[in-house]
C-alpha cells in the first residue's frame, strides 16, 4: 500500500495574500547582517 502526501489546503488568506489585484502587496526583506560561513579547520594550513 503506497502512502501519498498530500497538499495542505490554502486558506482564504492565502489567497487574499498573494492575489495580484488586492492591495496587499509582497514584501522583500534585505538582511542586515550577512551570514559569513567560518571554516571547519581553522588550524589546518592551506
Same mark, same amino acid.
Given at each position: 500500500?503506497?502512502?501519498? &502526501?498530500?497538499?495542505?489546503? %490554502?486558506? *482564504?488568506?492565502?489567497?487574499?495574500?498573494?492575489?495580484? #489585484?488586492?492591495?496587499?502587496?509582497? &514584501?522583500?526583506?534585505?538582511? %542586515?547582517? *550577512?551570514?559569513?560561513?567560518?571554516?571547519?579547520?581553522? #588550524?589546518?594550513?592551506?
Amino acid at each position: 500500500m503506497m502512502t501519498v &502526501k498530500t497538499q495542505p489546503k %490554502k486558506h *482564504r488568506e492565502h489567497y487574499i495574500l498573494f492575489a495580484p #489585484n488586492t492591495p496587499f502587496k509582497q &514584501k522583500r526583506v534585505e538582511l %542586515k547582517t *550577512r551570514y559569513e560561513r567560518r571554516p571547519k579547520h581553522r #588550524n589546518k594550513e592551506q
